[in-house]
């Protein structure tokens, strides 16, 4: 066992703390691992907490006691939280997203990486004191969200299927309609993918009339799970609406396509 | 502009260089945020370089010139790659997951953000050196592991539909067949998602004979994309294999139904 030097600790550290959030190291861990005094080590983690505060990407956690330890909780700060929305509302009122019928494409920020892990950070953030358990969502946008999300909680991700599978075993099956359009569907959830009483975030990826995320919150209540939150990175407005409670990071206010023209401003979250 | 110390800086610097693998960062950025001389900087880069060295976790890259700078590559160690496949193996190996059919349960794994994680830096280890564009995917398992690897490369996501959706704009699809089950099937991409040439990764949760993979690859031909790497998460054992050159980290021998029993063996990763 070498002897570690403060500085590559402290990178050591951070490293470690950012790779799993939420996740309870305990201080004789690190003592162990640096052969270092647990002051020292302590020190070095009130550093790392500052930083971290001071940049808006959360904090480190001491929890205290015999199954104490440290933990790295992510938490967006309010302006680097605005700032990704901001960007996603730019993205969004490029009218070159708009498809016939009035949809919009967004396969490409859904692909994006970066704007993916800030959105996750953002609902990990807004949501952090729901004690969520899993993050749930419905196959297929918004499954880069979830992903993204459940990292930075440090829970599992519950994918919902829209047809059931044979690779799914026993499963859950309601019917749903869609509240813009009418049309039919299903969602599944094998059965074995989410604990009874479990408390589930529901994240998706864009909103209408809420008929998707409302078949979502039926389908958990079949399973006795608890949704404590709904987060969809964009919505339109609608009159009829089919989910009360949800947050969104961008509001679709207006499509015009015979001038080609998308209007978007901030959304719930933000007001 | 307040003064850092070099404690708070060399935190700060790890969690930036973490947070977008791949991209470069300006020395005189560092410079300009620290309030320091650009030969501090490098020494504290140094610092961080070896540990990501020494923890496995990659490195620490100078490019030099005038549009120059710092970037992080991720590059999993053997041990540490090794140990993640072991890991899956004996997740891999559990009876539960057998289905009728002789299928096999892998939602809850793919649902365990830190074990995708792992999978994603391996992949992004493995393939570092063949200057993949974008990671492509078909919906729906193997999402959070396309995700995980393009985020350690840098490097956008694409998902490739099993029926092609409204919100996806014009499409190319394509008919697949089945290896295994000589079921039909078609797989289609909005012709947006991807630039002529683009050299792609293509990753999957699971393969048998190969034919969506199969399917995947000669998509990719349609938009004149150069397929670099095919990585499977596991496969099975099969005669007819539809696709030549494919790494796994896990290769499932053998699934007994009656015995119960399920042989895994690490993939041809390791071999």
Redesign the interface.
């Known amino acids: 066992m070498k002897k570690w030097k403060?500085?590559?600790r402290?990178?050591?550290m951070?490293?470690q703390l950012?790779?799993?959030p939420h996740r309870l190291i305990p201080l004789s861990d690190f003592a162990e691992r640096y052969q270092a005094a647990k002051s020292s080590i302590s020190e070095?983690l009130a550093?790392?907490h500052?930083?971290?505060q001071q940049?808006g990407?959360g904090f480190v956690e001491t929890v205290s006691g015999a199954a104490g330890g440290v933990r790295y909780i992510p938490r967006a700060g309010w302006e680097r939280s605005r700032e990704t929305a901001l960007r996603l509302c730019r993205e969004l009122e490029n009218p070159s997203r708009i498809?016939?019928?009035g949809?919009?494409?967004?396969?490409?920020l859904?692909?994006?990486?970066?704007l993916?892990?800030e959105i996750g950070l953002i609902w990990a953030s807004f949501f952090h004191d729901r004690e969520v358990d899993?993050v749930v969502t419905v196959?297929?946008?918004g499954?880069?969200l979830a992903?993204?999300t459940?990292?930075y909680l440090?829970?599992?991700?519950?994918?919902i299927?829209r047809d059931s599978r044979?690779?799914?075993?026993s499963v859950v099956t309601i019917n749903t309609v869609s509240g813009s359009s009418k049309r039919l569907g299903s969602l599944s959830l094998?059965r074995?993918?989410l604990q009874e009483g479990a408390r589930v975030l529901v994240i998706d990826d864009f909103m209408k009339a809420g008929g998707t995320v409302r078949g979502m919150i039926d389908l958990m209540s079949e399973f006795r799970a608890e949704v404590v939150g709904v987060g969809v990175m964009a919505e339109t407005l609608t009159e009829e609406r089919l989910v009360e409670e949800s947050a969104s990071l961008a509001t679709v206010t207006d499509i015009d396509v015979k001038q080609n023209r998308i209007a978007v401003q901030l959304g719930s979250l933000f007001r």
């Not at 949809?103 to 490409?108: A, C, R």
């Not at 440090?154 to 994918?159: A, R, W």
């Not at 044979?166 to 075993?169: D, F, L, N």
């Open positions: 403060r500085s590559a402290l990178v050591d951070t490293q950012l790779r799993e070095d550093i790392v500052e930083v971290f940049e990407s498809l016939p019928g949809y919009l494409f967004l396969s490409d859904l692909g994006d990486v970066s993916v892990r899993a196959e297929t946008k499954i880069p992903y993204a459940a990292s440090g829970v599992p991700v519950v994918i299927r044979i690779t799914e075993g094998s074995r993918s």
